[in-house]
């Protein structure tokens, strides 16, 4: 399958998306410029992390005006899976792809660190291969990465089953001194509706090799590819009811 | 004419940095500043001079741009 890579003038965890799709995963990996009007055949679409245009009026603010940015939309309208990472989630709620905002971290520091979070969700293209409650230690680094929503939202958030990640310590419980940020709910990756955007602040892309500190990052990796693989599949076999239903109607 | 909008964060949503400079300010004896929120302010010089119009244009582009509703509310000033 082919990944697209977003790159905005800022970001800077590009790199990383690429090499583990291609060197780890042995996947196709394709590069996109925010300039570019269209995606390059990509299977998923990454907004990787990094400052995008600086980071300029707020966090993600300013990268929903890359023209790249209605060719995403696009694609997210036509059930393509989007996976925004850290500033890419950051961008996507500015995009309003995301319900929500982001603040700054509550103690007002750039963590930069290993994390635990809790697997809430596995009926996402991002979380299928994941088992639900399985605790994943991924690193994060951000200085704004505080989730922000409004009661309502939240709520319907919640009702939904759109929280994907909340963080916890390492059993998996929520607790406050697991909450590196100070997100509502211990909030770390959300979706939208049809559940195939998805938002998160961890970096699963720096966690796929042992060399680099853990691989709980894998599984978010190895879910794409088999979320994709069963898409596939299923389009195959449609594919295939369709000539069958057509060879039985030459015959009558 | 020129357009002076001042965002700040809605009441509702909590300002660390706010937070922050009022507990530095108590450490310094101030203790007579209760709360202090911060902001971001904006200039904008208007191909326009009427008022109404001028009003209109900034709420737009505050409402598009220098805001994020979600977490800010803004004021504007015309002259």
Redo the contacts between chains.
Sequence with gaps: MRFGIVVFPGSNCDEDAHHAARQVFGQDAEYIWHKDTELKGADVVILPGGFAHGDY??TG?MARFSPIMSAVRSFADRGGPVLGICNGFQIL??AGLL???M??????KYRCEHVHVRVEQTGTPFTCAARAGQVLRIPIGHGEG?Y???PETLQALEANRQVILRYTDAQGRVDEASNPN?SVNSIASICNEARNVVGMMPHPERACEALLGGIDGRVIFESIIESFSRSAESLALQGAGARRAGLSGDRM | MRARVFVTLKPSVFDPQGRTIADALHSLGYGGVADVRQGKYFELDLATSERAQAQKLAAEVADKVLANPVIESYRIEVD
């Design positions: 009026l707020r603010a709620l500015e319900p929500g905002a603040l700054r971290n509550t103690g007002l505080n922000f929503a409004s100070g």
